[in-house]
């Protein structure tokens, strides 16, 4: 840029010197001389900048590839966690386990069973059904080893089913609660819901 500004004000010298001793030359043409640049550097001038256009192109190009490529190698591992867990129902359950989400919930170790019944529409359902009764009442009709070996095949069959995460979440978040009142006894059943087997 420094040697074109040096040709340019050389080229405005050398036309000054020839309006000067040329007096052929009218004032209204020595006023409309320009002074521009020879042919030769607008061209290169015009070439360099085609230049440096096509290299930021190919660097912008370049980058762009390049991060595409990173960023492929980083969302590839989380895609298949999200496809995994999915797939998964939950890690398995014990007896212990689910005992512990039924007290933490309603305070007391309920009668905790699985239900089987048809829904209005006719189609089998299962359920896990939290009773009213609870061991430690005197009407409860199991001892702790007879409680604690049912609810060790309840926790097996939902392991089995893989629908364990179900029940933790259902247990946490309903707001009904298993009690004798008036109307009867009340219990809380907590529909599974099966992924449809793979044919």
């Known amino acids: 840029v420094f040697f074109i500004f040096l ?12 309006l000067a001793a040329c007096p052929a030359l009218s004032s209204v043409s020595a006023r409309r001389a320009r002074c521009t640049p020879p042919l030769r550097h ?15 192109e190919a660097d912008a190009e370049a980058f762009r590839a390049q991060l595409a490529a990173s ?7 989380a895609e298949e966690e999200e496809e995994d867990s999915g797939r998964g129902g ?7 386990e689910l005992r512990a989400l039924v007290v933490e919930r309603w305070g007391k170790p309920y009668d905790t069973r ?32 007879a409680y604690m070996a049912q609810l060790d095949a309840v926790a097996e069959l939902l392991t089995e089913w893989d629908v364990t995460d179900q029940v933790r979440k259902g ?12 109307t009867g006894g009340n219990s809380v059943n907590i529909k599974l819901v099966f992924a449809e087997d793979d044919e």
């Open 90 to 96: 939950g890690p398995p359950m014990d007896g212990e």
């Open 71 to 77: 960023l492929g190698e980083s969302t590839a591992p």
């Open 114 to 145: 699985i239900l089987q019944r048809r829904d209005r529409f006719n189609v089998l359902q299962l359920y896990v059904q939290v009773m009213w009764k609870f061991l430690g009442m005197k009407s409860f009709p199991m001892d702790e080893e």
């Open 42 to 56: 607008r061209v290169s001038a015009a070439s360099g900048a085609d230049v440096g256009d096509d290299s930021d």
């Open 171 to 182: 247990i946490r978040e309903t707001r009904l609660r298993p009690v004798l009142d008036t």
């Open 7 to 18: 040709d340019q004000m050389r080229c405005c010298v050398n036309r000054s010197t020839r």
